[in-house]
């Protein structure tokens, strides 16, 4: 299972976090995840413990059903 982290802007968009290379950034462990959006994003992440609304997620990634299983073929 791979999570990945994002942020909302000023307008209430949600945005993917990406590293530096380019590539979105994907996590093995959910708490790893967290641990890098409260670095990447410490002001907006502590914010969230005084009231303001929540701007930073880590969201699971889910298989895409053609993927899985392997070989599947479609009608």
């Given at each position: 299972?791979?999570?990945?982290?994002?942020?909302e802007d000023d307008k209430g968009i949600w945005h993917d976090v990406?590293?530096?290379d380019?590539?979105?950034l994907?996590?093995?462990?959910e708490d790893v995840a967290r641990a890098a959006l409260a670095?990447?994003?410490?002001?907006?992440?502590?914010m969230e413990k005084y009231g303001?609304?929540?701007r930073t997620r880590v969201i699971r990634?889910?298989?895409d059903e053609d993927d899985?299983?392997?070989?599947?073929k479609t009608p």
């Open positions: 299972m791979l999570f990945k982290i994002e942020y990406f590293g530096d380019g590539k979105l994907t996590f093995d462990k670095q990447r994003y410490p002001i907006l992440f502590q303001s609304g929540k990634i889910l298989e899985w299983p392997k070989g599947r």
